[in-house]
């Protein structure tokens, strides 16, 4: 993997369903176009694709097809790199894997598959690398699951130790505590074998990931954030509350450093040298970060982890290590009763090392602190109220990532001299020797 990038693989949309539960919406468009605050529901999950860097999709349409066309278009208007193409479904209708199967023609060697009525706020980069991960591996697609526990319709997942043991939507067992996300990576091969010639395939595509699992084909990522549907009257409201909460209200948000700031610095007995955690043991919650968060998310500011981690750029540990890690701390925080809303990584590093792997994480960028891209990005995903919202670190990098930002600053930790005069004109708007103090300095000062 020399190059991994977002807007080198293709994203194929399903969309050709008939909404029959919305009636009352879907009687006159078909439903990625339902409004939610003047906005067709299906242009909300759009953006967040755009905003990954996706450039070429494939919309599989059948119920009004030539009223997505006509608002989509060729995906110009998103942008001069940006391409739209259809396929339609015919008078027989396939199921989800046949209407894949007819689209063959259009699809590339590796494709993105989701559904036009799921709003899946993920890190996609993680769910293309892990997927290309897996085929060097030999491995033929990836699913992505969630701990669901039944909450967002019946779980259909046993999955363990990383790997997805069982799936099957409709064997439905009390060992199944995870559900199929919404988010498919597949290899155009798995639908071609299906093909045959002069006759079209009636196939849905459960059927086809569960084949996969049993041969294990299918690798996992693991998703922590609920997403959201509108397969339901009750569940486009809830979407519809979402929007204007998150795209409609400004919030004030704190934007948290890891490392020194919410868990702990380990000793690398390999470097000799204090570092951050390279695997899920090594990861520890430092003293009243706990109680920090609670309190910082309890008055209404929304908790975002933005952090450099160049180790697998440096050859330290995989990529994959990385992401597992954040993954554990987010569900430990949300035992607690803490959500964060996002966590984003700096994985690159200018320069990597010998021992580098990952070659493609070794490049100048602008998400690295103390530049403000991973600020930005969130930013510009969320409605931030900038002037009341937080940039939590315990490094200069942090201070003037905030800065450049554009948000105020809290620095964690002692205060000391050298540090002081790297700060420059970058000295922090709040100072406390653990994230509990900065927290509570916060709130005092809102």
């Known amino acids: 993997m020399e190059n991994l990038n977002c807007a080198d693989l293709q994203v194929v949309v399903l969309m050709g369903g008939l909404g029959s539960r919305l009636k009352e919406q879907t009687v006159s468009c078909p439903k990625p176009l339902v409004p939610i605050h003047g906005k067709p529901f299906f242009e909300y999950e759009l953006m967040l694709l755009l905003q990954a860097g996706f450039q070429k999709f494939v919309f599989l349409v059948g119920y009004r097809a030539s009223m997505i066309e006509e608002y989509f278009g060729d995906g110009s208007r998103y942008g001069k790199d940006i391409s739209i193409q259809y396929s339609y479904d015919g008078e027989k209708l396939l199921g989800t894997g046949g209407a894949v199967i007819r689209a063959l023609p259009l699809l590339e060697d590796d494709f993105l598959l989701v559904y036009a009525d799921s709003f899946m706020d993920v890190d996609y980069f993680q769910i293309m690398y892990r997927y290309y ?80 699992v049993e041969e294990e ?49 380990v ?85 990597g090392s010998s021992r580098t792997k990952e070659k493609f994480l070794v490049r100048k960028c602008g998400c690295r602190k103390p530049e403000p891209g991973l600020l930005l990005q969130i930013m510009k995903k969320h409605n931030i109220d900038a002037e009341h919202s937080y940039m939590i670190g315990d490094a200069y990098t942090d201070m003037l990532a905030g800065r450049n930002a554009g948000v105020k600053t809290a620095f964690v930790g002692d205060y000391k001299c050298d540090v002081c005069g790297r700060l420059k004109y970058a000295k922090p708007d709040v100072i406390g020797r653990n994230l509990l103090e900065v927290a509570e300095e916060i709130l005092h000062m809102q």
């Open 267 to 351: 000793y690398n007995e390999d470097t000799e040298q204090l570092d951050s955690p390279l695997s899920i043991p090594e990861f520890c919650f430092l003293p009243g970060v706990i109680e920090g968060l609670k309190k910082l998310s309890g008055s209404g500011m929304e908790l975002f982890v933005v952090s450099n981690q160049p180790a697998a750029a440096k050859g330290k540990a995989t990529l994959a290590a990385l992401y597992d890690i954040n993954t554990f701390m987010v569900k430990e925080l949300l035992k607690e009763g803490v959500e964060i809303a996002e966590v984003l990584i700096c994985p690159h590093h200018p320069a």
């Open 217 to 265: 084909m299918c690798i996992a990522c693991e998703e922590t954030h609920r997403f959201y549907e509108i397969g339901t009257p009750a569940s486009l409201s809830e979407f519809t509350e979402y929007v204007k909460k998150r795209f409609m209200e400004p919030h004030a948000a704190c934007f948290l450093d890891r490392d020194g700031v919410i868990n702990e610095i």
């Open 133 to 212: 991960t897996g085929k060097i591996k030999g491995k033929k697609a990836l699913m992505t699951v969630m701990e669901n526990g039944n909450r967002f319709d019946k779980s259909n997942v046993i999955y363990r130790d990383g790997e997805i043991k069982v799936y099957d939507k409709k064997n439905i067992t009390v060992e199944m505590s995870y559900i199929d996300y919404g988010i498919e990576v597949f290899a155009k091969e798995v639908f071609a074998s299906l093909a045959e010639p002069g006759k079209e395939a009636v196939v849905d595509l459960s059927d086809i990931q569960k084949r996969l």
